[in-house]
């Protein structure tokens, strides 16, 4: 969440309301007839919007460090064992496993809480030109995971190992380097600092 800026904050608080209103919308238009629980034309309408949404919500509930997890216990009388259940890829299970729809909207809106509390930090970050310059700089560090990716390798996993994190920092510490060199030379700092560490070193 520390990457967005305050316009991708903003959107994201647009988008999980939107949803949650949508989700609601979609189990409001269900109906019930002894005990069964069908679709109708208009929640089949929802359900489908709520499918091109899910999964970016899941990661947007991700990113603002939220769990969508919900431990399950079976009734006695159905059986079975309990199990932690990831309730945003379940949405449409949720009657099936007894699970209350406010479930989901507390999850949310916690999300939606968190990017809410960001909006401050969001605002310094976006016109902060050092931040800027580290997302330049972190999709720079990207650049060969995402070629090993395209290659057909798990881009990821080697991002993730102990040598890609290394790698990953040296890349980083390099691009920073120079990035800041090619600053301070525009500025003229760079050649005044020069003049300085030789008559330092003289």
Known sequence: MKQLTIFSVKKRIKTLEEFKVLVIKYFKSRKSHIGEVYETEESLKYRSEINLLVSKIEQ?????????????????????????????????????????????????????AQYQDDITHAKIRTF?????????????????????????????????????????????????????????????????LISVLKRVGN
């Open 60 to 112: 947007y509930v991700f990113d603002a460090d939220i769990s969508d997890e919900y431990f399950y216990t079976p009734p006695p009388v159905v059986g079975g064992y309990a199990h932690r259940l990831k309730l945003l890829p379940n949405i449409f299970n949720l009657t099936a496993f007894q699970i209350s729809l406010h479930q989901v909207t507390d999850i949310l809106e916690r999300a939606s």
């Open 128 to 192: 902060n030109p050092f931040f800027w310059f580290w997302l330049i700089i972190l999709k720079i560090s990207s650049i060969p995971f995402a070629l090993l990716s395209s290659a057909g390798f798990d881009g990821d996993k080697v991002r993730n190992s102990f040598v890609g994190k290394i790698l990953k920092l040296i890349i980083e510490s390099v691009a920073v380097t120079s990035g800041l060199v090619t600053i301070l030379s525009g500025l003229g700092i760079m050649e005044k």
